[in-house]
């Protein structure tokens, strides 16, 4: 059953070939099994159960189960759960910490995010929460306040970041799809690195009430799926307006399940000379353009073309995303929820300093220090202002370029999967790992990750996922989809799972 695409296990579930109750026990088998890759924080076996067994009733008494009836998909541990702890990889959303390194006493929001709420309406069943870097604040999920995951294609590697452990979970089968939220390549660098299949979307085409803020102007929740198809299911549910937010757009859901049968002929590709050449692993520009060779094959045309201030994009992003941070972060404050620590004086400002202290990790300081310098008086101008006014360039740099053409093809990232620890040390070693996906952010289009024909095994490192990057304009997904199943349809990488122990 885990081969099954995610939309014909919804097919065969109402069908009654399979049974909502027997994809989430294989689900739960299967994290059972895979425990070492420390893709969950929270699992409620029995509550998972519960869900498919109400579809399986449903199924039964002839209702309709929904556009993902009994699918057993995973939650990014940024997305607020009513029935589940919410906790952001975060000590500072949790009372203790289990010596095993899990989350006790997590956060329980009064609410489901309307992401999350539009799944359960669709019938999804929901697994379980999954790890990520604190607060969505890296690349590799190493910065966890639990634990780290790890990439099953090779368990000594990361899995990508911050939605790994969404990713992973995808990948190893633990689930049939999972929400991450991308707020510089957080959906689509760690489905490049897992060879899964990463969306995301266009600013205000999702709702963001219930994602825990990192950078309000550059969030967006997306899905994870292991197939383009199955992506496109996922994104007609969650996508579309919501009241509770006011930057979401006021427009329906594309048809981007349909757009994956239509015909590329025509089609416009470009390639920018700034995502190729230096910085890039000669091995992933190949696969690459081996994939825009065959999408040519298929009708398409190979357009070069130019993002001339995309040089500009990391040192924009990081101060923009920074300031953002401190911002939001301002409230985890030891009062109103999650961790609070006495200190020995007895003072409230003590109080504060402690609990932060104590409650958040290196890199989320890191962050809130570089965010409240950019934003303080005398450096605002020069810092935060300047990082806006080169935002608005690269947006006009691609409305130029989408007049040219209709989509982008670039890589995801730079290199394959590093080894754990590689990174941890040379914090900007791992911020120029997004350099490729930021700049989709920053401008408020929308991008996928699909994979590529991945690097070959060597004595040195076992086949490795590569993935193919697809931009395309604002509200535009539906040309991404579009793209994509050409692409997957020929695709050498297609059908490959990791060799799981």
């Not at 689930?175 to 969306?199: E, H, Y």
């Not at 950078?215 to 799926?225: E, F, K, N, R, T």
């Not at 757009?259 to 995502?275: F, K, T, V």
């Not at 590529?452 to 535009?476: C, D, I, K």
Request: aromatic residues 6%; contains cysteine.
């Amino acid at each position: 059953m885990l081969d099954v695409s995610l939309v014909d296990l919804v097919d065969g579930i109402a069908r009654g070939d399979f049974s909502a109750e027997e994809a989430a026990s294989q689900c739960l088998a299967r994290i059972e099994a895979q425990a070492s890759l420390g893709a969950f924080l929270h699992v409620d076996r029995e509550h998972a159960l519960e869900q498919a067994r109400r579809i399986d009733a449903r199924r039964s008494s002839g209702e309709p189960l929904g556009r993902l009836g009994g699918v057993p998909i995973a939650i990014k541990d940024a997305l607020c759960t009513l029935d589940a702890p919410t906790t952001c990889a975060s000590r500072i959303l949790t009372r203790s910490v289990h010596p095993g390194g899990s989350p006790i006493g997590g956060w329980r929001p009064p609410f489901d995010a309307t992401a999350v709420a539009r799944l359960r309406d669709a019938g999804a069943v929901l697994i379980g929460k999954t790890n990520m870097d604190e607060f969505a604040m890296g690349s590799s999920t190493e910065n966890s306040g639990f634990y780290c995951t790890k990439n099953p294609w090779d368990p000594t590697r990361i899995p990508g970041g911050s939605s790994g452990g969404s990713a992973v979970s995808v990948a190893a089968g633990m689930a049939w799809g999972a929400l991450g939220s991308d707020t510089g390549g957080s959906i689509r660098q760690p489905a490049a690195l897992c060879g899964v299949v990463g969306v995301k979307p266009s600013y205000g085409r999702v709702s963001r009430f219930g994602l825990v803020a990192f950078a309000s102007s550059l969030d967006q929740v997306g899905p994870i799926a292991r197939d383009v198809r199955g992506a496109a299911r996922l994104l007609e549910v969650i996508a579309g307006q919501d009241p509770r937010d006011s930057t979401s757009a006021a427009r329906p859901a594309g048809q981007y399940e349909a757009a994956c049968s239509r015909d590329i002929r025509g089609l416009r590709i470009g390639l920018p000379e700034q995502y190729v050449g230096q910085g890039l692993d000669g091995r992933i520009e190949q696969s690459v353009r081996e994939a825009l060779a065959a999408l040519e094959r298929e009708g398409a045309t190979v357009v070069p073309v130019s993002l001339p201030h995309t040089r500009y994009g990391v040192a924009a992003y990081y101060i923009v995303a920074t300031a953002e941070a401190s911002s939001n972060l301002a409230r985890y404050d030891g009062v109103r929820f999650g961790l609070r620590v006495e200190p020995d004086r007895g003072d409230l400002e003590a109080m504060y300093g402690a609990t932060r202290d104590c409650g958040f990790g290196a890199e989320v300081k890191r962050r809130i220090l570089l965010g409240t310098y950019v934003l303080s008086a005398g450096y605002y101008d020069a810092y935060y202002r300047r990082a806006q006014k080169v935002r608005t360039l690269i947006k006009r740099d691609f409305d130029r370029v989408f007049g040219q053409v209709d989509v982008l093809a670039t890589p995801v990232t730079p290199t394959v999967a590093f080894r754990l620890g590689e990174r941890v040390e040379d914090p900007l070693a791992m911020y120029l790992g997004d350099v490729f996906t930021l700049p989709c952010n920053l401008a408020g289009i929308c991008g996928l990750s699909v994979p590529a024909a991945p690097l070959p095994a060597t004595e040195q490192h076992p086949e490795l996922p590569v993935g193919l990057q697809l931009l395309a304009p604002a509200f535009g997904e539906e040309r991404l989809f579009s793209v994509a199943a050409a692409w997957e349809r020929i695709s050498p990488a297609r059908g490959r799972r990791p060799p799981l122990s």
